[in-house]
């Protein structure tokens, strides 16, 4: 989910945060058989953000208040810790705390609701992103939600309630039932592939931006198949890289996940081309100057590290290959979180 914050929002302290590129040979890949600084230092910088609740606050900051998802929900970055940790296999302080902050957020309809953040837990999109959260974070957790969430999903059908929704929760809906291990309503799925099909543009995208473009790609892949017009949306991506291989085309909005959402997309179908692979080298080599002293990472370059750019950027590496401990063989890769773990030509 992509924040609602601009690019002028820049939170307090990011002036003071020092690029990977600016640490030289101290976060190069590790030799000899030692651990990957990266992977260590983020997972340092993760288990900071760690709360007494169980809970992870966005920075270990205590005056820096999330970005995007982070500042939207307190749900968001508990869930990425959880599902960045069982894809390296990392051993979180306190998981049980965890899955009690979890299910203490889980309401009696079987929704679940941020108890922090920008956003308001009645309405209908922050129903469906924090149950999606809260599901995915207790899947990754080895657990399941104390009451049947699967019922909460009726209210988005009715009416076509589904078509208010921004164009970036499309796939939040086959990662719930595929979190869930349930089977993904016919009806539901129907619908929601028509919508999307006749809105895309000839070039393939969707809303005309890359992460509208990633969610119709990562839902596609969700229920098996392959997206309409991927090649096309393929070239656009590959057209729309910057020059320092970001992916931020659309200021001053919708851009914080850009460069993961195009990763995803060029990875799962792009094939083995080689501008396809330079793309995503480009890609990470970006995502790695977005590294901060403290161990985490931002948004962009010189950012302040938050969790939700700890997911997104890490992830990135991930996808890229420059993360060595990421787990590749997860047979259920597809539940964790945005599908930086998931296997290009598997079907999950």
């Not at 098996?224 to 200021?251: H, T």
């Not at 959402?261 to 793309?279: S, T």
């Amino acid at each position: 989910m992509n924040g609602e914050l601009s690019r002028r929002d820049i939170l307090s302290g990011a002036a003071a945060c020092v690029t990977a590129a600016g640490l030289g040979v101290k976060w190069a890949a590790a030799e000899g058989g030692r651990s990957d600084p990266v992977e260590t230092q983020t997972l340092a910088f993760i288990k900071r953000c760690a709360r007494e609740d169980g809970g992870y606050a966005p920075s270990p900051d205590p005056k820096y208040a999330g970005n995007s998802d982070t500042g939207n929900s307190d749900l968001a970055a508990v869930t990425y810790a959880a599902t960045l940790a069982k894809t390296m296999g990392w051993d979180l302080l306190n998981p049980e705390k965890s899955i009690d902050f979890l299910h203490r957020h889980q309401q009696a309809d079987g929704s679940f609701a941020n108890a922090a953040g920008k956003m308001d837990p009645k309405d209908d999109l922050a129903i469906l992103y924090n149950t999606v959260q809260g599901v995915v974070a207790l899947r990754a957790l080895g657990q399941r939600p104390k009451i049947d969430p699967t019922p909460v999903m009726n209210r988005f059908f009715v009416k076509d309630s589904y078509q208010k929704l921004p164009w970036y929760t499309t796939s939040f809906f086959p990662l719930f039932y595929a979190a869930l291990n349930r089977p993904f309503p016919r009806d539901f799925d129907r619908a929601l592939r028509e919508w999307q099909v006749s809105h895309q543009a000839p070039d393939g995208y969707l809303g005309d931006h890359v992460a509208a473009t990633f969610h119709l790609v990562h839902y596609f892949r969700l229920v098996g198949e392959a997206p309409p017009r991927a090649e096309k949306i393929v070239k656009r991506v590959l057209e729309s890289q910057k020059p320092d291989g970001g992916f931020d085309i659309k200021e001053p909005d919708w851009d914080v996940h850009a460069c993961f959402d195009a990763v995803f997309i060029l990875r799962q179908v792009g094939g083995d081309a080689q501008p396809v692979k330079d793309a995503i080298g480009k890609a990470a080599e970006w995502a790695l100057r977005c590294r901060n002293a403290d161990g985490g990472f931002g948004h962009f370059p010189t950012w302040h590290s938050d969790m939700d750019a700890v997911y997104f950027q890490f992830g990135t590496l991930i996808q890229a290959g420059r993360v060595s401990g990421a787990k590749t063989d997860l047979p259920d890769a597809q539940t964790l979180s945005w599908g930086h773990a998931m296997r290009p030509g598997k079907a999950y």
